[in-house]
Structure formats: structure tokens, C-alpha cells
């Protein structure tokens, strides 16, 4: 059974940097695994950040960045706002036209 | 534009059965990957099936045996025929479709609708 790990949860300060990773609970996160992101707050629809590891979707801020980092997708926010409050999700393509999500992190700004 | 609306959702016994729907605007059903995702009260996402553009069918094994996927191009609607419910299907059923092409990602998303398994 795949795990996808996330941080439960995270805070940053206005204007500060924070980044979020996703891993795997066996084995290293690559491209091939074309980790997404999404921001979802609450009571909505996520919306798409990045894809294919590092590409932003249409209309996302260039504050928001996806790389791999060491073992792991990571998703960073660089000069946090207070409207990025939200919970967060990575997903991995496991191949197979299987997807698995992360748990989730909740990202407070204060 | 690109469009996504779910229906079909609402309470029901366990056991009972359930059609939702998703209908698309903006581009065709048959054109990429199209997927559902669940989420149960205040938990993380969860995918549950996906269909492909060329027809190919998956499902999470959570749901397989019980829920079936389709897609009718007539009416540029995805569906989910789930089955046997269970208290733990209880969650918001979101429409996915797929992102840029060759991403694996869900570029679009519905509003979701509400399933409620209970007696």
C-alpha cells in the first residue's frame, strides 16, 4: 500500500518562505511521478498550482514554485500572503492510471 | 471556458445505490482523462476512478467491484454509477479533468456534490 507524506501542518509569517514536501513512504519522489499540487480553502474546490513537477497553472503567481528536493516534490511559497492560508495537496501518478494523494497540509500565515 | 458541474448526489441508505453526473462545457469528455475525486467531512482528497481519453477505465480499490465509471460524448458528461454504499463512501464527489497533456494532473475541477451514506 503507496503512502503519500505530507507535513500535517505548517505556519509561516507575512512575507515569509515556507516550503511544503511530498514523499513517499517507500522509495524517492521523481518526475516520473508528475507530482501536481493543489490549494484548496475552505469549502472549496481545490484549484491547480504546478504540475509536472514545477510548472504553474494558468493565473498562479510566480510565488509559488515546485522542484524536487532530495527525495521528495516539494512546493515552496516565497513572500507568503495572508490569503494562502489553506490546505494543501500534492498527488502522484503511480503509473497504471492509478493517482494517490497526499494527507494534506494545513498552512496557517500569522 | 472550461466547465465542470456535478449532480446527483444526496442521502442514501447503505446498501442503496447512486448515480452522479458530470457535465463539461468548454471541451469534449472524450478528449483527455477525466476522474473522480472524493472527499470525506474533513478529510484530505482522495482519487476514486479515472477514464482516459482512449476509454481505458481504473478505479481506487476502495471503490472496485462497486462504482463504475462512464462517459457519455452525446452529452460531454462523465458519470459515476456507484453501488453497495457504504457509511465511508460519505464524502464530496469532485469532477477532475485532465491538465496540460502528458502532466498526469487535474487541470479543472467541479464545485462537488454531497453523497451522505446513512439510515
Known amino acids: 500500500q503507496t503512502v503519500v507524506t505530507q507535513e500535517p501542518s505548517f505556519s509561516v509569517s507575512p512575507g515569509g518562505t515556507v516550503t511544503l514536501t511530498c514523499g513517499l513512504s517507500?522509495?524517492?519522489?521523481?518526475?516520473?511521478?508528475?507530482p501536481s499540487w493543489y490549494q484548496q480553502a475552505p469549502g472549496q474546490a481545490p484549484r491547480t498550482l504546478i504540475y509536472s513537477t514545477n510548472t504553474r497553472s494558468s493565473g498562479v503567481p510566480d510565488r509559488f514554485s515546485g522542484s524536487i528536493l532530495g527525495n521528495k516534490a516539494a512546493l515552496t511559497i516565497t513572500g507568503a500572503q495572508a490569503d494562502d492560508e489553506s490546505d494543501y495537496y500534492c498527488v502522484l501518478y503511480m503509473g497504471s492510471g492509478i493517482w494517490v494523494f497526499g494527507g494534506g497540509t494545513k498552512l496557517t500565515v500569522l | 471556458e472550461v466547465q465542470l458541474v456535478e449532480t446527483g448526489g444526496g442521502l442514501i441508505q447503505p446498501g442503496g445505490s447512486l448515480r452522479l453526473s458530470c457535465a463539461g462545457s468548454g471541451f469534449t469528455v472524450s478528449s483527455t482523462h477525466m476522474s473522480w475525486v472524493r472527499q470525506a467531512p474533513g478529510k484530505g482528497l482522495e482519487w476514486v476512478s479515472v477514464i482516459f481519453g482512449g476509454g481505458s477505465i481504473y478505479y481506487a480499490d476502495s471503490v472496485k467491484g462497486r462504482f463504475t465509471i462512464s462517459r457519455d460524448t452525446s452529452r460531454n458528461t462523465l458519470s459515476l454509477q456507484m453501488n453497495t454504499l457504504r457509511a465511508e463512501d460519505t464524502a464530496v464527489y469532485y469532477c477532475?479533468?485532465?491538465?496540460?497533456?502528458?502532466?498526469?494532473?487535474?487541470?479543472?475541477w467541479g464545485q462537488g456534490t454531497l453523497v451522505t451514506v446513512s439510515s
Open positions: 517507500s522509495g524517492s519522489v521523481s518526475t516520473s511521478y508528475y
Open positions: 477532475a479533468r485532465g491538465g496540460a497533456s502528458g502532466s498526469y494532473s487535474f487541470g479543472y
